[in-house]
């Protein structure tokens, strides 16, 4: 059972306003991501942290910001929603493995945003 | 940028079929992986393959991972209803900690 939680899991708001998606684990990963989902599709990464205040932009070009003060939190904030920010935002972390680059990833349930 | 493109798209299959789902890259990867999804849930590991040429199993399911490490499939013996969901293959790489999602296959298999 993974450790990983969201809030909220659904979010409808009007554009402009400020959000803040929530992330925490409770494992101890180093490693934490954000990645962007249309529904039945593809994920694209968007952020992605190493640690502690080591954040980077991922493959897809996002408008969110992230922060990373502490090892089991990794917030995901966009300052002023657009309608083209509807799409679910899943979170993930993973305990990374080294020599060939693999751990699993563990993903919290997502995060349903919808912007009017 | 590297991509991973699946193919089929969409499948929908009686139960008891088999069927195979593919993973393809022009990039080599450390490492892949293969994850499900069931709709309002987040993905879940299945498998990861390390070694070119390498073949696991997990009970109907069995992975490969192509001798050049570019490319991967996903056969499912005899699906069952409940094998329905979103299969996702993930690549990485030795050095970095990005993991970069294929495209995906949505199954759906009928009772």
Known sequence: ?116 | TQLLEQSPQFLSIQEGENLTVYCNSSSVFSSLQWYRQEPGEGPVLLVTVVTGGEVKKLKRLTFQFGDARKDSSLHITAAQPGDTGLYLCAGSNSGTYKYIFGTGTRLKVLA
């Not at chain 1, 009007?14 to 490693?31: A, R, V, W, Y």
């Not at chain 1, 952020?47 to 090892?71: A, F, M, Q, W």
């Not at chain 1, 679910?88 to 020599?99: M, R």
């Open chain 1, 1 to 116: 059972e993974a450790d990983i939680y969201q809030t909220p899991r659904y979010l409808v708001i009007g554009t402009g306003k400020k959000i803040t998606l929530e992330c925490s684990q409770t494992m101890g990963h180093d490693k934490m991501y954000w990645y962007q989902q249309d529904p039945g599709m593809e994920l694209h990464l968007i952020h992605y942290s190493y640690g502690v205040n080591s954040t980077e932009k991922g493959d897809l070009s996002s408008e969110s910001t992230v922060s990373r003060i502490r090892t089991e939190h990794f917030p995901l904030t966009l300052e002023s929603a657009r309608p083209s920010h509807t799409s679910q935002y899943l979170c993930a972390s993973s305990e990374y493995v080294g020599g060939y680059g693999t751990g699993e990833l563990f993903f919290g349930e997502g995060s349903r945003l919808t912007v009017l």
